[in-house]
């Protein structure tokens, strides 16, 4: 029985990977076509300005992202740990049951704060 399940695991798993590969060709023959286009409307400085304006918004949305996960940390996820940690000392409630109500808390905290 196992010789079965694995032999459909690999057949579910090659077409994925088939039909991953076919995306992507198709996505990288877009890109190509792009990189034609722009080549042949701005020669090669327009290449390297399309490369320069792309890599300076890749960057804002890395730079932004990051922000959102450490604000989040900072505001979110710490405090609500710590108030959770607090209450499981000085409350009859676990640690694991106190946290959603915490978390809940200081999202709302957050939301109407602004």
Known sequence: MPKSIDTNLLTTVRETISDVT?????????????????????GQNGLIAAYIALAALVLLVVSRL?????????????????????????????????????????SLVLLFKG
């Open 22 to 42: 076919a995306k992507a060709d198709e996505y990288t023959g877009f890109l190509g076509s792009i990189k034609e286009m722009i080549v042949d409307q701005f």
């Open 66 to 106: 990051t922000k959102i996960t450490f604000s989040t940390l900072k505001y979110l996820v710490v405090p609500a740990v710590a108030i959770a940690f607090v209450g499981a000392y000085f409350l009859p409630y676990s640690f694991i049951g106190l946290l959603p109500v915490t978390v809940t808390f200081c």
